[in-house]
T-cell receptor, first 112, second 113 residues
Framework: DQQVKQNSPSLSVQEGRISILNCDYTNSMFDYFLWYKKYPAEGPTFLISISSIKDKNEDGRFTVFLNKSAKHLSLHIVPSQPGDSAVYFCAASEINAGKSTFGDGTTLTVKP | NAGVMQNPRHLVRRRGQEARLRCSPMKGHSHVYWYRQLPEEGLKFMVYLQKENIIDESGMPKERFSAEFPKEGPSILRIQQVVRGDSAAYFC???????????FGPGTRLTVL
């Protein structure tokens, strides 16, 4: 049973437009959510996170929205840049658990 | 470089051999996590260790896999008698007391022939 799902394997957007990456989860015990960016042959790099007590967190061009009732979160990138092209992973953690549960990733391609 | 170090970056083994993957956490971090990524999939949690202790090994296969994080030296993920299905990228992450903030190494890509 996959507890964190990213239903879109890939997304293509034009430079300057908004990129919206989605993530759904099933475990109501998750209390912290993170987005990682990953380039080929590298490890994931932390991008932005949100606690379950919030519904929005913003950092520059990146904003994460959390809808707890729908068990859904999304990452908005605006404006999108070609350098944003990478695989984006959604991850979730339970309080005091330590480990993170990852989705399968969405490959974002930003076209110049 | 104060980041998480993993070595080797690439490891080729024949079926039946042993694979040893090493991870040096970021300076000041005492929590280490190992994840495995199969092709076209996300990262799957394997084991969480603190110095000299295994905290959570719920994602570790019951046989052939073991992990340690000694008082001195790097964390080691050991795979005995490797099979082709063990071919994957193995990522190590480390954190301080705030375990939400995990920093990842570049990974070790294991290929079993």
């Amino acid at each position: 049973d996959q507890q964190v799902k990213q239903n879109s394997p890939s997304l293509s957007v034009q430079e300057g437009r908004i990129s919206i990456l989605n993530c759904d989860y099933t475990n109501s015990m998750f209390d912290y959510f993170l987005w990682y960016k990953k380039y080929p042959a590298e490890g994931p790099t932390f991008l932005i996170s949100i606690s379950s007590i919030k519904d929005k967190n913003e950092d520059g061009r990146f904003t994460v929205f959390l809808n707890k009732s729908a068990k859904h979160l999304s990452l908005h990138i605006v404006p999108s840049q070609p350098g944003d092209s990478a695989v984006y992973f959604c991850a979730a953690s339970e309080i005091n658990a330590g480990k993170s549960t990852f989705g399968d990733g969405t490959t974002l391609t930003v076209k110049p | 470089n104060a980041g998480v170090m993993q070595n080797p970056r690439h490891l080729v083994r024949r079926r039946g051999q042993e694979a040893r993957l090493r991870c040096s956490p970021m300076k000041g971090h005492s929590h280490v996590y190992w994840y495995r990524q199969l092709p076209e999939e996300g990262l799957k949690f394997m084991v969480y260790l603190q110095k000299e202790n295994i905290i959570d090994e719920s994602g570790m296969p019951k046989e052939r896999f073991s992990a340690e994080f000694p008082k001195e030296g790097p964390s080691i993920l050991r795979i005995q008698q490797v099979v082709r299905g063990d071919s994957a990228a193995y990522f190590c992450a480390s954190s301080g007391r705030d375990y939400y903030e995990q920093f990842f190494g570049p990974g070790t890509r294991l290929t079993v022939l």
